[in-house]
């Protein structure tokens, strides 16, 4: 895989981490970090683990957008037309994220500001820490970016205090009891659940995991029960077809249930290959 020079890519047995690595800047996210960040991503669509991982180097996970290089430098001469492309172009980095075949665990530590709020919101899991300090930025100077990408996982009414309010932060206790994260742990603990999670994961076929990742997001972007009931049952038929889970059934008509079962409770004995 290419080097990149905002970002590392760590093999861990379980996980394939991308991790900011501009400690040196807070981890702010720049129009470098954004591109290497997609790069990243689009390698490892095919390399890598069957699970992936973003979190950042030294002392937390990011301050959000480099103003200096990202966010109100260029305003694009004003033109709002031009200055909505601009903007388009971040969301369609954590897009990536969002689109990706492979689950995407954030695991995030220390800080997480403004727009890289927005970035864990894309993410498939979220492991934060108890201590984590969590919201906008402190100068108000956007349009409201950052907060409704907040508002599918918070509610409108939480997403709202975080953007009436300049600079307001939550811990990472309440990010999670809000649903902005799965789980809130130990600092300590953060990076180590992560990879827990992604070794049980991981027992799943990769083909599985993309459509069950693809199903659910379908119902995030539809909210239709009758469109939901419709596509569950298309994707469902699709999957059982594939090979993955055709060789998970011969397996399971090999062993039995009983032994299936303690298989995948344990993580011990689980079929090669799938």
Known sequence: MTEFDTITVEHADHI?????????????????????????????????????????AGKGFSSGYDLRD???????????VKDRERLQGYMDHYLEIWDHPKPIIAAVHGYCIGGATQLC??????????????????????????????APLVGARRAKEM????????????????????YAVPAGEVVR??????????RMPA?????????????????????????VAELNAMVHATPGITALR???????????AHAYATGEGLPEGL
Do not use: C, M
């Open 16 to 56: 394939s981490w991308i991790v900011l690595d501009r400690p040196q800047a807070a981890n702010s996210l720049s129009h470098a970090l954004l591109q290497d960040l997609s790069a990243a991503l689009r390698a490892l669509r095919t390399e890598g683990a069957k699970v992936l991982g973003i979190r950042g």
């Open 207 to 231: 083909d599985a995991l993309r459509i069950k990742k693809l199903a659910a997001n379908r119902a995030a972007e539809s909210g239709n029960p009758r469109e939901i009931a419709a596509f």
């Open 70 to 80: 990202v966010a109100y430098a260029d305003a694009s001469g004003n033109h709002p």
């Open 250 to 260: 011969s397996w399971l008509a090999d062993v039995g249930l009983k032994a299936a």
């Open 121 to 150: 919101t894309f993410a498939d899991l979220t492991i934060v820490a108890e201590d984590a300090s969590v919201g906008e930025s402190v100068v108000p100077i956007g349009g409201g970016f950052v907060a409704p990408t907040w």
């Open 193 to 202: 659940t992560a990879e827990s999670y992604a070794e049980r994961i991981g």
């Open 163 to 182: 953007t009436f309010l300049p600079g307001h932060r939550i811990d990472g206790r309440t990010a999670a009891e809000w649903g902005w994260a799965n």
